[in-house]
Structures are given as C-alpha cells and as structure tokens.
C-alpha cells in the first residue's frame, strides 16, 4: 500500500484535476437523473395488489381513478359545470360523477340514498377522476386553480404531485441545515478553522459523484433521492476526520508532509477500511427487502459509501497537502473542555452500568415489539399539509 501512497501523493496536482473534472461531470449528470415519486412502483411484481391492477389495465381501456374531487355549495346544473371544467385540463382522461350512474333529470328523491350520496350530499359535489402519470404535477396545479382554496382534491395522483413539487424545495432546506449543523460540530472538535471546511469539501465532492453517478440507474425513488445526500454525508463524515488527525500526529514524526501523509494513510486504512465496507455492507443488505425501495435505497448509498472511502484515500490525501499550511496558520486552542473527569467517572461505574443497560435490554425489546407504523402516501404527507386537510375533509 506505500507504494500506492506515495504515487498519490506525488500526483497530488493530477488527482485534484481529475477530481474537480468528474465534480463538474457528475454535478452536470445529477440532473439529469429521474425521480420516481410513486412509492406503489416498488411494490413486489407478485404480490396481488400489483398483480390486480396488471389484470385491470390490460382488461379496461380507461385508467385507474387516482383523484377525488370534492366542491362544496353548488347545485346539480354548477356541479356539471365544474365536471366539464375538469375534463378540459389537459392531463385528465375522465371524470365520473353522478349522471355517469343516474339520470339527473329526474327528482333526486327518486334514486338509491347511498348511491346519491356517493356523489352529492350536503349541497357538496364528489368527483372521481383519472389522471395521466406523466401529467400529474400540472393537472393538480390546475384543478386546484379551479376549485379554489375551500373546496379539496385527493387521491394517489395528488400525494405524488404534492411529494415532487415539496421534496423538491425541501431537499434543499434538509441539506443546508445538515450542512450547517455538521460545520458547527466540527468547529468545536477541531483545533483549525479550516479543518471544517477542508473536511466538508471532501465530502461534498463524494456526494456529488454518488449523485451524478446514480444516472447509471436510469431512476431513482424519491427516497433515495432525499436522504441518499443526507445519510451519506452522516456516515461518511468520520473518515475524513480519521485521516487528518493521523496525519497531524505523524506530522510530529516526520519533518516532510509527504511521508507523513504516506504514513497516515497507511496506518488509518484499516479502520477506515473496515467501517466503510462494514457500511457498504449493511446498505448492501436491503436489497433482500421484497418492498424494491430498499434496494433503491441501499444499492445507490452502498455506491455513495464506496465512492466516499475512494475519496478519502484518493482525493483528500491531495487536497491536505494542499492546504495544511492554511490548517497551521488558523490553529487555534480547543474550544471544548477536556473529558478526563468523565472518563474517570465512567471508568468508576463500569460494572453498574453494564448492569443496568443489560436489564433496560428486556423492556427495549418488549417495547420496540409495541411500535406501531404507517405505511401509504396517507402518512407520507401529514394532517397539517392541504393533502392531509382536503382528505380528511372529504372523508
């Protein structure tokens, strides 16, 4: 490994081009991957819910109802208008309402009250409708133009209408905060102001290569889409740290920045090996979910983990020996307290606390038996977003 050490470092130049290239590549192609945000695609082939709308597609020409639409305070004759108003937007393929079933024409104190109020109750019109997949983003913009802020649409279309165009603006907002949150730990753990930045940099081109290179995919899941940044940047974040607090401490031994850099690397590459494949291999592990998302999920972190440790071993060799000069001139004293006191403590209740995380193990388990999940779209977007609201008030 000295070897391969040693060329790394004497290419520093090289590398940090040929990095810099594949950021702008990857940065450029992380655009162009597609998001999938219909989380019922990732249902297993075999199970019979995907089996049960195979069979309905290929034995009905018309699509599957994915949005309701419910407007308050109108007659039968607005009600009609509305449903002509409905059909006009472009992406909607049919809209079902009362006369589809019912003759309208005559007294409504004729018909069936259950069959009536499937669709008309309280002065308040129920409309089903069918809307193109690839349509959906702009059909619900227009529908709920039309129907205005009182009135409520819901259905499967909607949810993933409303999950794009909210991941979307919120991946961005999860991202700074991550960022910002990760700066601030570093600041008071590190003893250089650059040391943060130094670090984040590193693992910001890591994560853009993972990101542009999940175009091999073709598609990714919305999921992975908006934690794949997140998670790869929490459990990539020590080996970075590893590296450069071994090359400081070689760095005492060793008078050219070069060999201490080739012995840093040396003598960190196996704890930073082994976590790193030990996370590979638990992204890797989702794949064994029947749910599709998982491996969605897994395979494309398991890559981001991999392209991490490259870059570790690869590129922030380069990049330290780069700026360690900035790392000497803005050193500066710790901000954090020392720990020894703690140390001792804990050193002193060792065998109490061993005891009582060994009888808090039972009720853990008990308890994590007891927890409870959602599962659908329902729970995806919750009781105070519109989607939630409009649901809840057309159920």
């Not at 009135?151 to 999860?174: F, M, Q, R």
């Not at 990714?220 to 401490?249: K, M, P, W």
Request: negative net charge.
């Amino acid at each position: 490994m000295q070897k391969f050490y040693t060329g790394i470092v004497n290419k520093r130049k090289l590398i940090i081009v040929l990095f810099t290239v594949a950021f702008i590549i990857s940065l450029f192609c992380s655009k162009l991957v597609s998001v999938n945000y219909d989380i019922t695609d990732y249902l297993p082939e075999n199970t019979k819910s995907t089996v049960s709308i195979d069979v309905m597609q290929a034995e009905f020409d018309g699509g599957i109802p994915n949005a309701r639409v419910m407007i308050k305070n109108v007659t039968i004759p607005e009600a009609l208008k509305y449903k002509e108003k409905l059909k006009n937007i472009e992406g909607v393929t049919e809209v079902s309402w009362l006369d589809d079933t019912v003759d309208i024409t005559v007294p409504l104190s004729t018909f069936d009250n259950d069959t009536l109020e499937t669709y008309y109750k309280d002065n308040t019109a129920l409309f089903t409708l069918t809307i193109e997949e690839e349509k959906q983003i702009d059909a619900v913009a227009q529908i709920r133009d039309i129907i205005g802020e009182n009135n409520a649409v819901t259905g499967s279309a909607v949810s993933t209408a409303d999950a794009t165009t909210n991941t979307v603006s919120e991946i961005l907002k999860i991202t700074v905060i991550a960022v910002a949150f990760v700066l601030f730990v570093l600041i008071l753990t590190t003893n250089s102001w650059i040391e943060p930045v130094v670090i984040l940099a590193g693992l910001g081109v890591a994560i853009i290569l993972n990101n542009g290179s999940n175009l091999i995919f073709g598609e990714i899941s919305f999921v992975t889409n908006a934690a794949g940044s997140v998670l790869q940047l929490a459990v990539s974040l020590d080996y970075s740290v590893f590296l450069l607090h071994r090359f400081e401490e070689c760095r005492k031994d060793y008078s050219d920045p070069k060999e201490a850099m080739v012995d840093a690397l040396c003598k960190s590459t196996s704890s930073i090996l082994s976590s790193g494949l030990t996370t590979v291999i638990g992204f890797i592990a989702l794949v064994l979910m029947q749910f599709r998302i998982g491996a969605d999920l897994g395979i494309a972190l398991a890559k981001g983990v991999a392209i991490s440790l490259i870059t570790v071993f690869v590129f922030m060799p380069a990049l330290i020996l780069c700026t360690y000069k900035w790392l000497d001139k803005t050193k500066h004293k710790a901000l954090l307290p020392s720990f020894n006191g703690l140390g001792k403590v804990v050193q002193k209740i060792a065998i109490p606390m061993v005891c009582i995380f060994a009888i808090l193990i039972v009720p853990s388990y008990l308890g994590s038996n007891a927890n409870s999940y959602h599962y659908g779209a329902s729970e995806i977007l919750g009781e105070n977003t519109r989607y939630g609201k409009d649901t809840a008030a057309i159920e």
